[in-house]
């Protein structure tokens, strides 16, 4: 039985990415955009953790989180925001709260913050092995693990969550902000050029099969392309 988590995010593209990457790593996602559509989601799906951008639409995370904790005390909630005020920290605790990340944020942090928000309910994150075929290799996406034959190329946490981006998003194009938001947790220049050096490790694990190629779209961004 997998996690179920509601998130709620009016960012779509973001969104879309963030609950992609959430699911590939064993979570049930349900996704809304609307403040005002909430509280009447969160009664259908009864979610283990509840993931509240701020600023939405309608109503705003604050009020959502006021509404979830009258009908459940207890379900973790957890809110993401672009705010820096340390008065928005505290409001968003003393409604109950569970924890708040900082946008922008990277996905390693978010997970490890769901996971352990849910350490502190009954529900515990199962294991999930999920195998992806990509070209000639299989990709382990929980061990991070590139196999091609009986060679395994044991992948860092960045490399694998990379190719999976990539990967999720083949034949389209990701934008390199997009990609230091969720790996990185911001864009600077530091890590824009990280982003190119693992850009050129998975391109170097990759060469094997010459049909998968990661294409540098100029000045925009990367596309993964599986012939």
Not at 23 to 36: H, I, L, P, T, Y
Not at 179 to 188: A, K, N, R, T, V
């Amino acid at each position: 039985m997998s996690i179920r988590i509601l998130y709620v995010e009016d960012e779509l593209s973001l969104g879309k990415i963030v609950k992609e990457s959430l699911q590939r790593r064993g979570f049930e996602v349900v996704m809304e955009s609307d403040g005002a559509n909430v509280l009447a989601l969160f009664k259908q799906v009864n979610p283990a953790v509840c993931v509240l951008d701020v600023m939405l639409p309608n109503k705003d995370g604050f009020e959502v989180a006021t509404e979830i904790r009258a009908i459940h005390p207890e379900v973790p909630i957890l809110f993401l925001t672009a705010k820096t005020q340390t008065a928005d920290l505290v409001k968003g605790f003393s409604l109950g709260g569970n924890d708040y990340i900082r946008k922008p944020f990277s996905m390693e942090e978010l997970i490890v913050r769901i996971e352990n928000v849910l350490r502190k309910t009954p529900v515990s994150t199962p294991p999930v092995q999920d195998q992806v075929k990509i070209g000639k290799f299989m990709f382990d996406t929980r061990r991070q693990v590139l196999t091609s034959g009986r060679e395994e190329k044991k992948l860092s946490y960045r490399e694998s969550e990379l190719l999976r981006l990539l990967y999720e998003k083949r034949d389209g194009i990701i934008d390199r902000k997009t990609i230091l938001d969720l790996l990185w947790g911001h864009d600077s220049f530091f890590n824009s050029r990280n982003l190119d050096v693992y850009i050129t490790r998975l391109r170097i694990c990759l060469k094997e099969d010459e049909n998968l190629q990661i294409l540098t779209i100029k000045g925009i961004g990367y596309r993964f392309v599986l012939d």
